[in-house]
């Protein structure tokens, strides 16, 4: 995403009078783009910081013998640095490295305009997201009625590149029904100023990729070793985990009775309920997760 910029765009649910259930108006502001603080402000080790309590503990339940993670096909060496900072190396099966590149070769896709491809893929979107509604081109003021900052999408994938597009189309096409009460914010006791639908995606697969630590070599945390695990189990875990996100964000948003200039406050809160969820030692898959339950088709 492009920090940069000098606005942001919230969104304004409309009365039915207006416009149809689930109309949204949009607002720009110069005083900045609430959304582009989180992306910024966290780093690629925020997951490693937040839960290196957890890993030392998992580390010192290796040294003794315990089998609380190693039963879950997780191998770690706990490293000393100069300065006294713990930190665990995990090593994984041909299996998950296989899993991992594949997965890092998707984050390494940037989103191009001109390729026939990613231009059919947004195409697919809009026919998932309005179906029977015809796009009249990829650069359209009917993108703001799906949540981006302006008529041509294709500058909002600049955070989270193609695989943010991959993500919300897996999303349409597998839990429709969660989609498009997201999509049209059908449920709960709406705010007046919403988050826009298609933006808050793109942060979602920004900040999963960030918490999960997926650009290193090899998981340099807990969390990012006991993801590993779940894909090696789907490769298309993170696609699914994505799709808990979004219901789990917005779930967040409506308990927290948020407004637009909550976002970070609730995307933060979102992240620590799935780092827990996560580390639920029964997780063998991530339909297993708690919140897997707020997804409908």
């Known amino acids: 995403m492009d920090t940069n910029a000098g606005s942001f765009v919230a969104v304004r649910r409309l009365a039915g009078s207006d416009r149809a259930a689930g109309a949204v108006a949009f607002h720009h502001s110069s005083s900045g783009w609430p959304f582009s603080d989180f992306s910024v402000s966290s780093s690629p080790m925020d997951a490693y910081l937040t839960l290196r309590v957890f890993a030392c503990a998992a580390a010192a339940e290796v040294v003794t013998g315990s089998t609380a993670w190693i039963g879950r096909g997780l191998s770690c060496v706990c490293v000393q640095s100069r300065d006294s900072d713990a930190r665990l190396s995990f090593d994984l099966t041909p299996v998950q490295e296989e899993c991992l590149l594949r997965l890092q070769n998707r984050i390494e896709i940037q989103y191009d305009s001109s390729n026939i491809e990613h231009q059919e893929e947004l195409k697919a979107l809009w026919c998932a997201s309005f179906p029977g509604t015809e796009l009249r081109g990829l650069i359209s003021e009917q993108w703001k009625e799906m949540g981006w900052q302006g008529k041509d999408p294709s500058t909002d994938f600049r955070g989270g590149g193609f695989i943010s597009l991959e993500n919300l189309l897996f999303f349409a096409r ?11 914010k059908q449920n709960g006791d709406r705010a007046i100023w919403e988050y826009p639908f298609a933006v808050a995606g793109v942060n979602i697969t920004f900040m999963l990729i960030q918490m999960l630590d997926l650009q290193a070599v090899k998981p340099r945390s807990l969390l990012g070793a006991v993801f590993l695990k779940l894909l090696s189990e789907n490769d298309r875990a993170f696609d699914i985990l994505y799709c808990i996100t979004f219901k789990l964000m917005d779930q967040q948003w409506l308990d927290m009775h948020a407004t637009y200039m909550d976002f970070n406050t ?6 620590r309920q799935l780092e827990r969820e996560l580390l639920i030692e029964d997780i063998q898959r991530v339909e297993d997760m708690p919140s897997y339950k707020l997804l409908a088709r």
């Open 266 to 271: 609730v995307m933060k809160s979102t992240r």
């Open 174 to 184: 597998n839990y429709p029904k969660s989609f498009q009460e997201l999509l049209r």
